[in-house]
């Protein structure tokens, strides 16, 4: 597609129950990022990938927290057992590899109740 | 941590006054990139600057870069009631394996009719 799509856009899930976001970033974009970004705050990083494989998943805040990528294209971030501070707008951003700038999804809002 | 800190956290313009933000960072960096964000969903790429280069321009953006104070400016001439968003400098590392942009707590600029 012509942009990086993010779903679902909103989600309201309840304390305890699994969720799985997904991005779809664009075609032959190799690099693919996944932020967070609680309200009125600055972008938190999670993980990246190359191609399918994750060199550097140090921004996962727990081991809840899991993502993966196929075909070196289309990712799912998934959160086991939701908390309240799990809610936030978490992003997803695809860059081609080299000095380039990262083109973002519209992010998904995730609101544990 | 946020590599990156933007100055000031808020800034209010009338309409047709420039706009100046400044962003500071800690580590050397092999590039640093201006993002731009409203209503807290996706970020826009809006321009990118290497650490061998000292300025650069996109239309109404001029954004500077001083490698030796490990800072950088991003200017708005003319500013339009349009430009009013959060404004993220972000950076890449010059080493290691980290291929990420850490982003800053940004700047919420608010251009006034």
């Known amino acids: 597609g012509a942009g990086v799509s993010q779903s679902p856009s909103n989600k309201v899930t309840e304390k305890g129950k699994d969720v799985e976001l997904r991005c779809d970033p664009i075609s032959g974009h190799t690099a693919l990022y996944w932020y967070r970004q609680s309200l009125g705050q600055g972008l938190e990083f999670l993980i990246y990938?190359?191609?399918?494989?994750?060199?550097?998943k140090s921004g996962l805040p727990s081991d809840r927290f899991s993502a993966e990528r196929t075909g070196g294209s289309v990712s799912t971030l998934t959160i086991q057992r939701t908390q309240q501070e799990d809610s936030a707008v978490y992003l997803c951003a695809s860059s081609q590899t080299g000095n380039y700038g990262y083109t973002f999804g519209s992010g998904t809002r995730l609101t544990v109740v | 941590s946020q590599q990156g800190e933007e100055d000031p956290q808020a800034l209010s313009i009338q309409e047709g006054e420039n706009a100046t933000m400044n962003c500071s960072y800690k580590t050397s960096i092999n590039n640093l990139q201006w993002y731009r964000q409203n209503s807290g969903r996706g970020l826009v790429h809006l321009i990118l600057?290497?650490?061998?280069?000292r300025e650069k321009h996109s239309g109404r953006l001029r954004v500077t870069l001083d490698t030796s104070k490990k800072s950088s400016s991003l200017l708005i001439t003319a500013s339009r009631a349009a430009d009013t968003a959060s404004y993220f400098c972000?950076?890449?590392?010059?080493?290691?394996?980290?291929?990420?942009?850490?982003f800053g707590s940004g700047t919420q600029l608010t251009v006034l009719p």
């Open positions: 972000a950076t890449v590392p010059l080493s290691g394996s980290a291929r990420q942009l850490t």
């Open positions: 990938f190359q191609g399918n494989s994750a060199p550097d």
């Open positions: 600057i290497r650490s061998n280069e």
